[in-house]
């Protein structure tokens, strides 16, 4: 039994330890993920050491030999007076004529620790914990007492004195230390104050009149609600009479002494008295629990169990609550994002070609002005003006591009990082241990952009390699290097034969106009700038892409495990349910 039980106890351990390790697993590129994923973990580690002290308790604080009942309730409720009773009847090493020496005589608080007495029925042992009453002003010492006893025990018995249902605040005193770990029964203590209440001899005809029915259906209604399925039931009696019908006090005991008489007078005979209380009832369930002692063992431990995972799945509903609309929310901010950056890239690369295009328009019509300004000049080394000019442009042009791009994709980041900041409103306050959660879209931008700096400045060399072969040995280098090095002669050509021979300065313009316009037009250059940037852009928007969906599957994954996690507890207490009583 004792091994069983043991084993339950860890396989419950080894599904949070697995179902925290599956968690850490889920490598997200977000802090806040980072934080929700840690909040979930929190809470499976909190309920694994809970459980581990759980079962240490389970295995070394458990008696395994025999049932163990406590008996708790609030002050003079009358739990001494009922324990007192049983161990007049089941204490065989009891001394005689010293019986109600336990019980108190209405001052507060008798009781002040708890206190085990170990009996014998039909040759079954139990024990049974005299426990503290609770007035709500108990000490820290006595508190921890207290759920020592109550843990301790197999069965609780509460005791439940005076007519009446119990008030709000002994119920939450009530669910604050019994909570869901093992069967409960209650006592109603029914007219406790004295004999003078059955001085008439129509209160001696039967405990279970109408009104104690209805006190009965309340008390049993109150403690259905406030403990749920542990709530076993409810018995009725009349301890003090149980108590008078059985004792030889001590003579220390004279109040009691006293109360004994005055009952024996107005009832008769001590059977009387017994059969009147109801006592036996109780006595007959104690026996049964006693007969079934392992059963009963397996029960309140399967209870323990049941709670321990009752709680946990608690714990990480409390997070998915506290979480559900926000963690939508940022999944759909996510997705929104992802099509922000799909449009900022798009305008990006439009603005790119557009720019590219531009300039390299500008920089054949600038040589063409250029053309017309050697041809206007007066100057024998036309050819070598030319050159020079043309050199200085291209170079000026390269540098104009190269800022131009550069702020162009300077404004892409800034749009971008506009557009994430105006998600970090996004927040989360998530639960266990009601923290709150920053939820900050952290998608990782600057590594795919930062490559396109470095590729922009490199634009220049590229440019000058497209055109090395045809400019070798040539002065000239820059984005048309390979073009102005193709026409330049023609160019001189021009200049020579057109200016110097007998040609007139508008000839040799038109001249000229052609031969730039033919050779911008076979010009590749700005098609195979804009492939690379565009491919660039293309690359650094997949790799931000790509973070966004691997954080939206995060989240999905971690979901995905959570009700994993949920559902295994799930079968884990639909399995201790269906085990059947006495069994695990």
């Not at 008996?71 to 161990?87: C, D, L, V």
């Not at 605040?169 to 230390?177: M, S, V």
């Not at 892409?412 to 241990?433: C, Q």
């Not at 691997?550 to 996690?565: V, Y």
């Amino acid at each position: 039994m004792k091994q069983v039980i043991e084993e339950r106890y860890q396989y419950f351990i080894s599904c949070l330890s697995m179902a925290k390790k599956e968690i850490d697993k889920i490598k997200g590129v977000n802090s806040s993920f980072s934080e929700l994923q840690m909040s979930f973990c929190n809470a499976l580690e909190k309920q694994t050491e809970v459980s581990k002290t759980q079962m240490e308790e389970a295995m070394h604080g458990t008696i395994w030999d025999n049932l163990v009942i406590a008996f708790f309730g609030e002050t003079g409720a009358g739990k001494s007076t009922i324990i007192e009773t049983f161990r007049i009847l089941f204490d065989k090493d009891k001394e005689k004529g010293q019986d109600g020496l336990i019980v108190g005589e209405g001052q507060p608080d008798f009781t002040k620790e708890c206190q085990e007495y170990t009996l014998s029925i039909n040759g079954r042992p139990f024990t049974l914990i005299d426990v503290p009453g609770i007035e709500g002003n108990e000490t820290e010492e006595i508190k921890s007492e207290i759920q020592h006893a109550l843990r301790k025990a197999h069965c609780i018995f509460y005791v439940q004195r005076n007519d009446k249902q119990p008030d709000r605040a002994t119920t939450e005193k009530i669910r604050h230390y019994l909570q869901d770990w093992v069967s409960v029964y209650s006592i109603h203590n029914v007219r406790s104050g004295g004999a003078f209440d059955y001085d008439e001899e129509e209160e001696r005809v039967d405990l279970y009149t109408e009104n104690v029915q209805k006190v009965t259906a309340l008390i049993t209604e109150t403690f259905k609600q406030t403990l749920g399925d542990i709530y076993k039931g409810n018995l009725s009696v009349q301890a003090l009479l149980a108590l008078c019908s059985v004792a030889h006090f001590s003579e220390k005991r004279d109040i009691l002494i006293e109360t004994q008489r005055e009952l024996q007078e107005y009832f008769g005979t001590n059977s009387a008295m017994w059969d009147f209380c109801r006592m036996s009832q109780l006595v007959d369930l104690v026996m049964e629990k006693a007969d079934n002692f392992q059963a009963e063992i397996v029960e309140s431990n399967k209870q323990k169990l049941e709670s321990l995972a009752r709680a946990t799945y608690r714990d990480i509903n409390q997070i998915i609550y506290r979480n559900k609309e926000k963690e939508k929310e940022f999944k759909d901010s996510l997705v929104e994002f992802k099509k922000d950056v799909v449009q900022i890239f798009d305008e990006t690369k439009g603005k790119v070609q557009s720019t590219i295009n531009s300039q390299h328009r500008k920089l054949y019509n600038d040589i063409k002005l250029i053309a017309y300004d050697v041809i206007d000049a007066v100057s024998k080394d036309k050819e070598g003006i030319l050159r020079a000019m043309v050199d200085m442009k291209v170079q000026n042009s390269q540098k104009e591009l190269k800022n131009q791009l550069a702020t162009i994709i300077d404004e892409t980041k800034l749009k971008l990082d506009i557009r994430r900041k105006a998600l970090d409103g996004l927040r989360s306050d998530i639960l266990f241990m009601n923290q709150a959660i920053d939820l900050k879209i952290d998608i990782n931008l600057n590594a795919p952009l930062k490559e396109l700096d470095l590729s922009l400045k490199d634009v220049g060399s590229f440019l000058s390699a497209l055109g090395s072969g045809a400019l070798a040995g040539s002065p000239f280098g820059g984005w048309v290097g390979a073009t102005v090095g193709a026409y330049i002669g023609g160019l001189s050509y021009i200049l020579r034969h057109w200016i110097f021979g007998d040609g007139g300065k508008s000839k040799a313009r038109l001249k000229v106009q052609k031969i730039i316009n033919e050779e911008r037009d076979k010009d590749n250059t700005p098609i195979e700038l804009n492939n690379r940037l565009s491919y660039m852009l293309d690359k650094a928007q997949g790799t931000i892409i790509e973070n966004i969906n691997q954080e939206i599957c995060n989240i999905e994954a971690l979901g995905e495990t959570i009700e994993n996690t949920k559902e295994k507890i799930r079968e884990y207490v639909q399995s201790i349910k269906n085990s059947g009583h006495g069994n695990l």
